[in-house]
Every structure is written in C-alpha cells, then in structure tokens.
C-alpha cells in the first residue's frame, strides 16, 4: 500500500480544492466579459453562479446515498474528471442557456468532489488538529484568488473570456492524475468491523441526529448569507464604485495572499479556542463589512481595503464551521453526511443568488441598484450561526467523550 504523510496528503488536497474552488470563482468576476460576450444583461449573471450550486446541490443529495460504499480515492477520480468536462464545456458556451448547462455540469461533479475531499482529511487528521488542517485546505480558497482568479482574468484579456475555462479544465486533468497516482487507497471507513447485527445505516438517517440537524441548518443559512453577496461583487465594484476591470486581478490576488496567511491562523484559533468564539468574531467583521461598504457607502471607499477584510471576515466564518461539522458523523458515515451537507451548501447558495437577482436591477448608468437590500438580507442571516454553533460545540464534545469512554469500557 502507497503510504503519504499528512502533509504531503493536504497539499494534495488543498490542490484538490483549489481546482475546484477556481472552477466556481472565475465565473462572477469575468461576469461582466460574459454578459457582453453572451449578450445577457449584467443582472443576470447570478444565474451562473446559481445554476452551478443548484445542480451541485442535486448531486450532493444523490451522493449522499452511495459515496461511503467506495473507496474515497476512486470516488475523488471520478467527480475530478466530470469536473474537467464541464469546465471544458463552458469555453464552447454560444449564449446564457449553454452556459448556464455548462456549469450545471461542473456543479454536478464539484460538489461531490468537496465532500469527498473533507471526508479524506478528518479520515486522516485527529479532531485535536482537524482545524489547523481544515485551514490549510481551506486557504485554497485563497490560492485560487492570488495566483488563479488574476490569471484567469490575464488569460481573459489577453485570449478572450473562452480562455481560463480551458485552462483551468488542463490544471484539473494535472491534479487529477496527482489524485490517482499520489494518494494511497482510502478504505478506513470501509475495513472498519461492523455489528452484523445492527441495521446499515440509511442516508437519510442524518434527519434523525438533531446535531447534525442542527449543522444543516447552520450550513444553510451561512451560505445563503454568503452567496445573496459574492456573486455580484465584481460587477458592484467595476460599475458602482467605478473600480477598473483591469485592476481586478490585483485586488483578487491582495486579497488571496491576506485570507491564505489569516487561515492558517484560523484554523490554529479553532484548534485552542473552539470554534463558536472565531465564528462569532467573524459575523461580526462580516456584517461590518456588508454595511460599510454595501449599505451607507462612503465616499471614497477602499476598495482594496474593503474587499481584503470581506475575504478575511469569511474565513473567520467559514474554517470553523467546516472544523466543527466534520467531527459530527462516524467515519462510516462521514462521505454521505458531507455530501448532504455540500448539496445544502449549494442549495442555500442557490437561493442566494438568484435572491439576489430579484432585488437587483441594473440602471441605465449601468449602475447595479439594489445592492444595499442584498446586504441588508445578508447581514441579518449571519446574526444566528454563532448561537447555533455553541451548541453544536456542545453536543460534539459531549458526544466524544460519551464514545472515548465506551471504548475504554469495551477494552476492559
């Protein structure tokens, strides 16, 4: 068996997730190239971004039955290639409908392959480092940004918006082979001894666990929140703020290099602080940011400024959400309870975004109107995640120690 240190299986993953992150986040800030190349109005691209999370969001449902039966590695593969097709497929867009096809497809494949990227690292890192670890993989994030979404919109200006879809879809097909050939077999969830007594568990048993009840409904609304905002940011700031197009590869890349070092930092905070007192510190700093800039705009807003600590305040946000949840299932049960949880991820996003869509409108300036009701609704869903998240910690914790005990008692 292929034997790969910790380190070595995160950078994988984190590649993994950049990929795929990259994927997703090219999209909103060559929105505006699009709308003019496609021919849609700029108020719709959301529905990219929507129509992406959606069918992310249908697969994941239908993941979640049947990813724990196999091995993580293979499972990986598979979603990876299907990621590579459909991203290839949006550079053959001729107009919105294709396009908006296109991504439901990369959606299909992405949002597996993030449940099972996660599934793979709590498999392999203890829950006293799961959050220095989540943060790692997580600041992939922030590598897209830096090196990904600037290159990207290079690729964009240079050979048309056509461009970064097919070279993204390269990238993939690179770190899919470093999936295949690096990673070892992934069958820990599947070798462990089973009760030939006890009924298998059925995927829609996660209903009956009110924790992770409860971490769904936190996903949900964290997401909601998150993608009501994300998807119209380039076009807010290119048209509302009069932010040049140009100059987006540098704000996505300043931003990108702060979040990358702020979420190693944040996953060490979950580490030795929990995760309700990091997340409530970002709702904070979150809703701060969406008012500042989104509600009672000053005049002369940095933008640069405003947008790195937008990307800081989701990564307080985001690292401890992922570090707590992962610890809620069994390692049997861990893939499929993932991937229910991506499909909420997307489903929440979905509805976000096309949300969004209905208060925006775009002016005959070109001015986006509507942005500060966007915020608005945003900042009143972050209010309720921390409090969830307390007794989530509580429940994880109780939990734990319920089966450490249970394990000292069966050994004696």
């Not at 550079?91 to 294709?98: I, K, M, N, P, Q």
């Not at 470093?178 to 070798?191: E, N, Q, S, T, V």
């Not at 640069?304 to 690292?319: D, E, P």
Request: glycine content about 8%; hydrophobic content about 55%.
């Amino acid at each position: 068996m292929r034997r790969v240190s910790e380190r070595t299986l995160i950078l994988l993953i984190g590649a993994v997730q950049a990929i795929n992150i990259l994927d997703f986040m090219m999209v909103m800030p060559m929105g505006p190239w699009f709308a003019e190349g496609l021919g849609f109005p700029v108020s719709h691209v959301s529905w990219l971004g929507g129509s992406y999370t959606a069918a992310a969001a249908v697969s994941g449902i239908i993941g979640s039955f049947f990813l724990d039966r196999y091995d993580r590695r293979k499972a990986l593969a598979v979603s990876l290639l299907g990621l590579v097709l459909g991203t290839v497929a949006g550079g053959f867009a001729v107009d919105l409908h294709t396009m908006m096809a296109a991504r439901m497809a990369a959606g299909a494949f992405g949002g597996p392959a993030t449940a099972i990227a996660l599934s793979i690292v709590a498999d392999a890192v203890p829950p006293e480092r799961r959050g220095r670890a989540i943060g790692a993989v997580m600041s992939a994030f922030s590598i897209a940004s830096v090196f990904g979404v600037p290159a990207g919109l290079k690729l964009a200006q240079l050979g048309g918006w056509r461009a970064p879809f097919f070279a993204v879809g390269a990238a993939a097909l690179v770190v899919t082979a470093g999936a295949i050939f690096l990673l070892p077999p992934m069958r820990a969830h599947l070798d462990a001894p089973v009760d030939p007594n006890a009924r298998r568990p059925r995927p829609w048993d996660v209903l009956t666990d009110p924790l992770a009840r409860l971490s769904l409904v936190i996903t949900a609304v964290t997401f909601m929140a998150n993608f009501s905002v994300v998807p119209n940011i380039a076009t807010f700031l290119q048209h509302n703020l009069a932010y040049p197009a140009e100059r987006m590869d540098i704000l996505y890349g300043v931003g990108g290099v702060v979040s990358f070092m702020v979420m190693r930092l944040v996953g060490r905070a979950v580490d030795r602080l929990g995760a309700p007192p990091v997340a409530s510190f970002g709702a904070v700093l979150f809703i701060a940011i969406l008012l500042t800039v989104f509600v009672w705009t000053p005049a002369g807003v940095p933008v640069l400024a405003a947008f790195v600590a937008f990307m800081v305040a989701q990564s307080f946000r985001m690292v401890p959400l992922n570090a707590l949840t992962s610890r809620v299932p069994r390692a049997a049960d861990r893939a499929g309870f993932l991937s229910a949880q991506s499909a909420v991820q997307h489903i929440a996003a979905s509805i976000g975004a096309f949300m969004s869509s209905a208060f925006l409108s775009e002016g005959a300036d070109h001015h986006l109107h509507g942005m500060d009701l966007v915020a608005m609704f945003s900042a009143a869903l972050c209010v309720l995640p921390p409090f969830l998240i307390v007794r989530v910690q509580r429940g994880v914790v109780r939990r734990e120690a319920e089966r450490r005990a249970a394990e000292v008692a069966a050994a004696q």
